[in-house]
């Protein structure tokens, strides 16, 4: 895996997390300068930017509690058991993008190798026609 060594450690990150309902809960934070959301559906994360994950699930916010009074008493500061489930998903996202690049870099690969074989079987087809039209 290929990651970057500019990255920051994940005891950096600082933000809040929010009990939307009793399956989502939210953490809000920032990290290597941008901002994230690490939405955890009945245990499950799943890692996005904020302006992402906030135009993907607007309807979502409206129909909980999240506007309410009773939202406010869910909100907390990300606990080191939070963040520490955080840094698995940027971990997890890193290998999967690393994995992806590995996976481009082979079809580009095979893809320059079935090219030079059809550009020297052309290349055999032009020799031998100019030895018959010679």
């Not at 934070?29 to 941008?34: E, K, P, S, T």
């Not at 302006?51 to 506007?67: E, I, N, Y």
């Not at 080191?80 to 690969?109: C, F, N, V, W, Y």
Request: net charge positive; with cysteine; glycine share 6%.
């Amino acid at each position: 895996m290929d990651v970057r060594s500019d990255k920051p450690p994940f005891s950096t990150i600082s933000g809040t997390s929010v009990r939307l309902n009793e399956r989502d809960t939210i953490a809000i934070y920032r990290w290597d300068g941008l901002s994230w959301v690490a939405h955890f559906r009945d245990g499950c994360g799943e890692l996005e930017d904020a302006a992402t994950w906030f135009k993907v699930h607007a309807s979502l916010l409206r129909s909980c509690r999240v506007g309410s009074i009773a939202a406010l008493e869910t909100v907390e500061l990300l606990t080191p058991e939070m963040i520490s489930k955080i840094a698995r998903l940027h971990r997890r996202r890193d290998a999967e993008q690393a994995a992806r690049a590995h996976a481009r870099g082979d079809m580009a690969a095979a893809f320059r190798r079935t090219l030079a074989r059809w550009g020297a079987r052309l290349h055999g087809w032009r020799a031998r026609l100019v030895r018959r039209a010679g």
